[in-house]
């Protein structure tokens, strides 16, 4: 199985459907409810509510994921002789769950299959696939304009000393590269409140769309990145930060010791970030790309001229 340890949980539901041709016999039999077996439906649905949670039992590569929701609908078209039927699974988790779905449509089908088949010597599974899928990381990759760009700052004496190398902040711009987020600029600076917070407003007057900066968020005599920002930012964004250090602890239970703050400045956000390269990774999986959803929001409200910019 892969690692998923590093994604957010998110609501995820699939849909699966599958389609089974019949005689026009069975269909009145299962209508009549006067097949030998029993009452088709309702065991297709009972075997399809087991299958859905064993899925990560049936498939190796499947996690095993908390079921929250599973839905059966069961349809037919007489004319065509045929069943129809639709599994819903919604989940909360790391991981979709068309797995779920299918695995459990599938089961139905066979099911239906199984139950028919001492009276219907034609019967056939015509198809099972997914009909839809919806809360992954990509139903929020789409939904931020694309021309975005970024700086990174790496606050550190030691790094722009030269006696430490940088890895943090390499690592944040891999992971705006891999998102096509621009990296318009990159720079390494000491732990000094005048020039964190001189290079930071440089960036907003220039236009950057996002600031992020990695270092000094910590309680050492020298960490002044949140003292430095602070006066810069025009609307704090709390829950941002909540959220960073919300997935950290699940990670670290160092996490907590980040005083990082984030929020605009017009229309740039600024985020500071811890200084360790697993900080500043862990706090980019925890905010991207959800938080672009921001440009969104701000790029809505300038549309609508609520603000010039
Ligand atoms: N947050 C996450 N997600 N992962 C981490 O490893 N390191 C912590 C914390 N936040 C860490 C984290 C540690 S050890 C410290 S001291 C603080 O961030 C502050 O780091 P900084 O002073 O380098 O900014």
Redesign the pocket.
């Known amino acids: 199985m892969i690692d998923i340890s590093g994604k957010i949980t998110t609501q995820r539901t699939a849909i699966a459907g599958a389609t089974i041709k019949v005689s026009a016999e069975s269909l009145s039999a299962i209508k009549d409810n006067s097949v030998p077996k029993g009452d088709v439906f309702a065991t297709a649905k009972a075997a399809g509510l087991f299958a859905v949670k064993n899925t990560c039992y049936a498939l190796p590569h499947c996690h095993p994921i908390s079921v929250d929701f599973t839905g059966f609908r069961f349809s037919t078209v007489e004319k065509k002789s045929i069943i129809n039927i639709e599994c819903e699974v919604t989940s909360i988790a790391r991981t979709g769950c068309e797995m779920e779905a299918l695995h459990g449509v599938s089961v139905a089908a066979l099911t239906v299959y199984d139950m028919l088949k001492p009276i219907d010597k034609s019967i056939e599974i015509l198809s099972v696939r997914l009909i839809e899928k919806r809360g992954g990381k990509s139903d929020y990759l789409d939904k931020f304009k694309k021309d975005l760009s970024a700086a990174v700052v790496v606050a550190s004496d030691s790094i722009s000393q030269g006696t430490k190398e940088d890895k943090a902040g390499k690592a944040i711009v891999q992971k705006l590269e891999r998102l096509s987020i621009k990296v318009a600029d990159y720079c390494v600076i000491p732990d000094e409140v005048k020039i964190i917070r001189k290079r930071t407003e440089g960036y907003c007057n220039e236009g950057i769309d996002i600031v992020l900066i990695?270092?000094?968020?910590?309680?050492?005599p020298r960490?002044a990145?949140p003292e430095a920002i602070r006066p810069l930012i025009e609307r704090e964004v709390p829950g941002i930060m909540e959220a960073?250090?919300a997935?950290?602890q699940q990670?670290?239970p160092?996490?907590m010791?980040?005083r990082?703050i984030a929020g605009m400045k017009d229309r740039t956000l600024i985020i500071t970030?811890?200084?360790?390269t697993?900080?500043a990774s862990?706090?980019m999986d925890?905010l991207f790309p959800f938080i672009l959803h921001v440009f969104r929001v701000t790029d809505m409200n300038f549309r609508h001229g609520k603000k010039k910019g």
């Open positions: 990695t270092g000094g968020t910590g309680l050492s960490d990145t960073a250090r997935y950290g990670r670290t160092f996490a010791l980040s990082g970030m811890p200084g360790s697993r900080g862990e706090t925890a």
